[in-house]
């Protein structure tokens, strides 16, 4: 069965620091959204994507965060200038049609020191 | 901006019991209801989901409720096993703007332990 991948499984950056997080979502999917979940908490959305543009973003999703899509596989997440607070797990998730199941890919632990 | 409440936070209960968990919402435009099953460093993974044109829906030990006057929902788990020990996020997703499924919006989860 396809699933979401994600790269890396764990990144440790420095304050201050730019991050690139990596998805591939499932090969037909035509919807892609970026998650995280602080640890120990619930999981709060951050964007949405559709037609090469974003559709929705959380209060979360400031100046400092982009996403891209650079090709017909890759959907990224970039955090320009990485805060302490920034530390969490994120997840991309990919959806078919309008309506459907958002599929998570396993996630990215981002730990900023 | 919807929000959704979910109860209990952590829930224990005996192998073979039942277990039910609930979760409210305020956006009555919400339309789409999905549980996910998060187990320690996994992915979030759908066990079940249920539109706002339905009432229950059943899927063998699972299944789930919803009232929309009410503005909540539940799930609900039969004959739990110790393989149930997770954590269970409910969410909520209304139309947005393009008319199609939006964002989940998420509960803060509830630690389900099932002793044997």
């Known amino acids: 069965e396809p699933e979401v991948t994600q790269t890396p499984s764990h990144q440790v950056t420095q304050m201050g620091q730019e991050v690139i997080l990596r998805c591939v979502p499932i090969?037909?999917?035509?919807?892609f959204y970026w998650y995280r979940q602080i640890l120990g908490q619930k999981v709060e959305f951050l964007v949405s994507?559709?037609?090469?543009?974003?559709?929705?973003k959380s209060e979360i999703f400031d100046d400092q965060f982009s996403v891209e899509r650079p090709d017909g596989s890759n959907f990224t997440l970039k955090i320009r200038s990485t805060k302490l607070e920034d530390s969490a797990m994120y997840f991309c998730?990919?959806?078919?049609?309008?309506?459907?199941?958002?599929?998570f890919g396993p996630g990215t632990r981002l730990t900023v020191t | 901006g919807e929000n959704v409440e979910q109860h209990p936070s952590t829930l224990s209960v005996q192998e073979g019991d039942s277990a039910v968990i609930k979760c409210t919402y305020s956006d009555s435009a919400s339309n789409y209801f999905p549980w996910y099953k998060q187990e320690l460093g996994k992915r979030p993974q759908l066990i079940i989901d249920?539109?706002?044109?339905?009432g229950e829906k059943k899927d063998q030990r699972i299944a789930v409720t919803l009232n929309k006057t009410a503005k909540h929902f539940s799930l609900h788990i039969t004959e739990t096993q110790p393989e149930d020990s997770a954590v269970y996020f409910c969410?909520?997703?209304?139309?947005?703007?393009?008319?199609?499924?939006?964002?989940?919006?998420f509960g803060k989860g509830t630690k389900l332990s099932v002793k044997p």
């Open positions: 994507f559709y037609n090469n543009e974003i559709s929705e």
């Open positions: 998730a990919s959806r078919f049609v309008s309506e459907g199941e958002q599929y």
């Open positions: 249920i539109r706002s044109n339905v």
């Open positions: 090969s037909n999917h035509l919807y």
């Open positions: 969410a909520a997703s209304s139309p947005n703007y393009g008319g199609s499924q939006g964002n989940l919006i």
